[in-house]
């Protein structure tokens, strides 16, 4: 396998997990995060430090990034000590941040205009999905360009999706992530309905599992983050609110009406209100919860009348 150094911009929960795969399959490896104890938990499995995502990028074959929103990434690529400020010609940077896809053309342009390639490539499957190497990655961009990243992608994703040029992985990934705050939003109407009713949460979702309810957010999601009792948060609720608003951004700029998904987004802005803003996104359940008295946990189902 080629040894061809990676540079990694952004190594918090996402990015820590995909950047300890790529150690544990023999890359080189430099870092570079705002958080030094990120940084220094890399360090120690064999990671270089960077001073910046400039510094970063000197010298490396790929350049991933895992930023929190637009603004940051932007910044991180094209502001000053910047990705392309170092980056190689021939080089290829690859964004795994869910952003806007104005943002992700306006970059690639300016990679381009340095013979440096760049891919649009949002990641679902979360911190579990990064951790086992089982992500869905949505792809944008040139096909040459995903042929050449794929030994890399290989190491992170089990399902790896070209959906189009520079700014369709964004946009395929906004889709999704909408839509999954749609069918978390339903079920939490829906579940804390029917244990109010008095129907047990075991039961219940074992009975909607084998119909024609059944989902991957029932399945997967809710009984490792809002069924527990920790409800540990893999995937904070501020950045779902985030990405619905960047999905109605992409629907405001084709001038279309989408009244489900602006309820849904009100529904997130209700649960910041609400103090949820840092809790995992399933848990915008919570302001159902509390509205019946009901905790939706698998091992003590708590009602109050």
Request: charged residues 20%; negative net charge.
């Given at each position: 396998?080629?040894?061809?150094r990676?540079?990694?911009?952004?190594?918090?929960?996402?990015?820590?997990?995909?950047?300890?795969?790529?150690?544990?399959?023999?890359?080189?490896?430099?870092?570079?995060?705002?958080?030094?104890?990120?940084?220094?938990?890399?360090?120690?499995?064999?990671?270089?430090?960077?001073?910046?995502?400039?510094d970063?990028?000197?010298?490396?074959?790929?350049?991933?990034?895992?930023?929190?929103?637009?603004?940051?990434?932007r910044?991180?690529?094209?502001?000053?000590?910047?990705?392309?400020?170092g980056?190689?010609?021939?080089?290829?940077?690859?964004d795994?941040?869910?952003?806007?896809?104005?943002?992700?053309r306006?970059?690639?342009?300016?990679a381009?205009?340095?013979d440096?390639?760049?891919?649009?490539?949002?990641?679902?499957?979360?911190?579990v999905?990064?951790?086992?190497?089982?992500?869905a990655?949505?792809?944008?961009g040139e096909?040459e360009?995903?042929?050449?990243?794929?030994?890399?992608?290989?190491?992170?994703?089990?399902?790896i999706?070209?959906?189009?040029?520079?700014?369709?992985?964004?946009?395929?990934?906004l889709?999704n992530?909408?839509?999954?705050?749609i069918?978390?939003?339903?079920?939490?109407?829906?579940?804390?309905?029917?244990?109010?009713?008095?129907?047990?949460?075991?039961?219940?979702?074992?009975?909607?599992?084998a119909g024609?309810?059944?989902?991957?957010?029932?399945?997967?999601y809710?009984?490792?983050?809002?069924?527990?009792?920790?409800?540990?948060?893999g995937?904070?609720?501020?950045?779902?609110?985030?990405?619905?608003?960047?999905?109605?951004?992409?629907?405001g700029?084709?001038?279309l009406?989408?009244?489900?998904?602006?309820?849904?987004?009100?529904?997130?802005?209700?649960?910041?209100?609400?103090?949820l803003?840092?809790?995992?996104?399933?848990?915008?359940?919570?302001?159902?919860?509390?509205?019946?008295?009901?905790?939706?946990?698998?091992?003590?189902?708590?009602?109050?009348?």
């Amino acid at each position: 396998m080629s040894q061809e150094r990676i540079a990694f911009i952004g190594v918090g929960r996402m990015g820590g997990r995909m950047s300890n795969r790529l150690l544990d399959a023999g890359y080189e490896l430099v870092v570079f995060d705002p958080s030094a104890d990120a940084v220094a938990r890399l360090v120690e499995r064999g990671a270089s430090a960077a001073a910046s995502p400039a510094d970063a990028a000197q010298n490396a074959g790929f350049v991933l990034c895992s930023l929190p929103n637009p603004a940051i990434v932007r910044d991180a690529v094209a502001g000053d000590a910047g990705v392309l400020d170092g980056a190689r010609p021939g080089s290829l940077i690859i964004d795994f941040s869910t952003g806007d896809p104005a943002v992700a053309r306006e970059l690639a342009a300016l990679a381009a205009a340095k013979d440096v390639g760049f891919l649009d490539a949002p990641v679902s499957r979360g911190v579990v999905g990064a951790e086992n190497g089982t992500l869905a990655v949505m792809i944008g961009g040139e096909h040459e360009a995903l042929e050449l990243a794929r030994p890399v992608l290989d190491q992170l994703a089990s399902d790896i999706v070209h959906v189009g040029g520079v700014g369709a992985g964004q946009v395929t990934k906004l889709c999704n992530n909408m839509l999954t705050a749609i069918i978390t939003t339903a079920l939490g109407e829906v579940l804390v309905t029917g244990v109010k009713a008095g129907v047990g949460l075991e039961a219940l979702t074992a009975a909607l599992g084998a119909g024609s309810a059944g989902n991957y957010v029932l399945s997967g999601y809710l009984p490792n983050t809002l069924f527990t009792e920790e409800r540990a948060a893999g995937f904070a609720l501020a950045l779902m609110r985030k990405d619905l608003g960047l999905f109605l951004k992409a629907a405001g700029d084709a001038q279309l009406d989408l009244p489900l998904s602006e309820l849904v987004h009100g529904q997130y802005v209700a649960a910041r209100k609400a103090g949820l803003d840092e809790a995992d996104s399933t848990s915008i359940a919570e302001l159902y919860e509390r509205a019946a008295g009901v905790r939706l946990q698998t091992s003590a189902v708590e009602v109050s009348s």
